[in-house]
Nanobody, 115 residues
Framework: QVQLVESGGGLVQAGGSLRLSCASS????????MDWYRQAPGKQREWVAT???????GYTDSVKGRFTISRDSADSTLYLQMNSLRPEDTAVYYC?????????WGQGTQVTVSA
């Protein structure tokens, strides 16, 4: 079983930055894919970014060039650096991993970007 705890959300003005963290209760060394998703009010949850165990990253088009996903196996933490934030980035952000054939989700952290 894996427990994931997100942190780092908050209220920021448009153009600002936030860094989200996702701490895992177990080592992430053997976890291949780690992802960030987000869910805005009244909308479906959407994929934001993925990083593999070898460091290959992928992003949804709306965040390319602004967000950077990274992972640190030493402290079993996934990160999402978010720059040039826009009001449309407002959402609850979730980290998620697939371990042992089961998908685990964190509880989410709220990001609110004011115009």
């Amino acid at each position: 079983q894996v427990q994931l705890v997100e942190s780092g959300g908050g209220l920021v003005q448009a153009g600002g930055s936030l860094r989200l963290s996702c701490a895992s209760s177990r080592s992430i060394f053997s976890i291949n894919f780690m992802d960030w998703y987000r869910q805005a009010p009244g909308k479906q949850r959407e994929w934001v970014a993925t990083i593999t165990s070898s460091g290959v990253a992928g992003y949804t088009d709306s965040v390319k060039g602004r967000f950077t996903i990274s992972r640190d196996s030493a402290d079993s933490t996934l990160y999402l650096q978010m720059n040039s934030l826009r009001p449309e980035d407002t959402a609850v952000y979730y980290c998620t991993v697939d371990s042992g054939g089961r998908r685990y989700w964190g509880q989410g952290t709220q990001v609110t970007v004011s115009a």
